[in-house]
């Protein structure tokens, strides 16, 4: 598991090409002026990452979580807001692959596949985040529709992408009585709020869901009623390894920048770089993504073998490759000394960028309910 074979490397290399050839030129402009880059999110889809574990017979590509978390780290190391993009699309984009009807996958998986149409997930509302089962948003059945009323909250792509995943009450208080529905853009009833101004992840748009009476066919009803919870968490179950492979990807490029940095710069008359209290420190970093990056793979082969343990496993995931990614840039920030905090240096962009992965797709405090439930057996 830990030598990739040729196959393997090919994919990872694939990957890393497109980030260095496409995103990391690109990031920080992308960044200054918020600028989502659908053009280039086509060129990704056109190399098969707009359905990396979706079923071929739709344009998908077929390959494991495995292979999800070595190419998100890859894309991360040349924009982490992007990468982690492209992960949202394939999060909702497999849902529907693995819930969906025939029809529903004939109708929407081939447009998404080629990221011709790009998806959002819309789970989070204004009183409702990490208690995600208490969310409002109602949808009532009205003959062969639903009409869909309440506010989705953070949005990711929202105003910029075409296939909204939303899940919604259909029935009682709690996680049995939601539903999850397929609500295409232009659905009469549906707008978007505001760009919101973000300290990070500047390169793709969040805003709010606004559904008023929002008319949606019975047939883009997700799976059956009362089964939405359960869809919304099995996707979030690999949306959040996909986000700890961002972490990683986006500190190792810090780390690699800071060891070509501390070469270059010289005090005390000799390279930074001989300075054996920042080797430690180079060491220390280089350690984290590495325990990070086991860890991950790990989770990610549980996930593939749908072994027991897989939740807890991608929470362990999660709330350890984001907090080791995030402690990684920041210190190779502070590494930079005055430069690191430098716009054109690149590195507090990805600290930014790296700051919200602690936070969404669970936050690293619900990963540790999460965690704490298997051990204590709740
Ligand atoms: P709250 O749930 O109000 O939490 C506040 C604090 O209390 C946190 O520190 C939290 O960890 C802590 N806390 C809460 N409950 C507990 C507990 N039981 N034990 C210990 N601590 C607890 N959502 C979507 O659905 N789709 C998206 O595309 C999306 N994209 C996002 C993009 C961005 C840039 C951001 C910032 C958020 C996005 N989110 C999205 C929402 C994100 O998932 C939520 O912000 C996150 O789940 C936390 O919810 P909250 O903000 O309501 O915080
Ligand atoms: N995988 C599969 N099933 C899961 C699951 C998971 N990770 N987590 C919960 N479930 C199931 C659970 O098994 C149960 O199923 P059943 O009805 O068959 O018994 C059902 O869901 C309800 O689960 P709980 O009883 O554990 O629900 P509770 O409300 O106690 O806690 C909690 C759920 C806190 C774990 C969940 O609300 C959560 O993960 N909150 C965080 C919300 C979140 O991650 N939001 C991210 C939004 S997306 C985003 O940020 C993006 C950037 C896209």
Redesign the pocket.
């Known amino acids: 598991m830990f030598t990739l074979d040729e196959d393997e490397k090919a994919i990872a290399e694939t990957a890393r090409s497109f980030a260095d050839e496409l995103l990391a030129p690109n990031a920080l402009e992308w960044d200054e002026r918020k600028h989502f880059p659908v053009d280039v999110l086509r060129k990704a889809g056109s190399l098969g990452l707009g359905g990396i574990y979706i079923r071929d017979d739709v344009g998908g590509s077929a390959l494991r979580r495995l292979d999800a978390v070595r190419i998100f780290e890859q894309l991360a190391t040349g924009c982490p807001a992007i990468a982690a993009y492209i992960s949202?699309h394939n999060m909702a984009t497999w849902m529907i692959d693995t819930y969906g009807d025939e029809a529903q996958r004939n109708r929407w998986l081939p447009g998404l596949t080629s990221m011709d149409l790009l998806a959002?997930?819309?789970?989070?509302e204004p009183g409702?985040?990490?208690?995600a089962a208490a969310l409002s948003t109602r949808a009532v059945r009205d003959g062969d529709d639903y009409l869909l009323t309440g506010v989705?909250?953070?949005?990711?792509g929202a105003g910029s992408t075409d296939v909204y995943v939303i899940m919604a009450r259909t029935g009682h208080p709690g996680a049995r009585g939601i539903s999850a529905f397929i609500v295409p853009a232009d659905t009469p009833g549906l707008s978007f709020g505001a760009n919101e101004r973000?300290m990070g992840?500047n390169a793709q748009p969040?805003r709010q869901v606004v559904l008023d009476n929002a008319r949606v066919p019975a047939a883009n009803l997700l799976g059956v009623e009362g089964n939405g919870f359960r869809i919304a968490m099995n996707g979030l179950n690999g949306g959040r390894l996909n986000i700890a492979a961002c972490s990683l990807g986006g500190a190792q490029t810090a780390l690699d920048r800071t060891v070509a940095y501390l070469n270059e710069r010289k005090a005390f008359g000799s390279r930074l770089l001989d300075n054996t209290a920042l080797q430690f420190d180079l060491a220390d970093m280089r350690t984290s993504l590495e325990a990070a990056r086991t860890l991950l793979w790990r989770a990610a082969a549980a996930l593939d073998a749908d072994a027991p343990d897989k939740v807890e496993l991608c929470a362990m995931a999660k709330r350890f490759g984001t907090d080791a990614g995030f402690e990684v840039a920041n210190k190779a920030l502070q590494l930079h000394g005055g430069y690191g905090y430098l716009a054109e240096y690149g590195i507090e962009k990805i600290v930014r960028d790296l700051r919200?992965h602690q936070?969404?797709?669970?936050?690293n405090?619900?990963m540790r309910?999460v965690v704490a439930r298997s051990v204590v057996g709740a």
Request: proline letters at 0%; a negative charge.
């Open positions: 949202i959002s997930y819309a789970l989070t409702v985040g990490s208690d989705k909250q953070f949005i990711s973000k992840w969040t919200v936070i969404l797709e669970g936050t405090e619900i309910v």
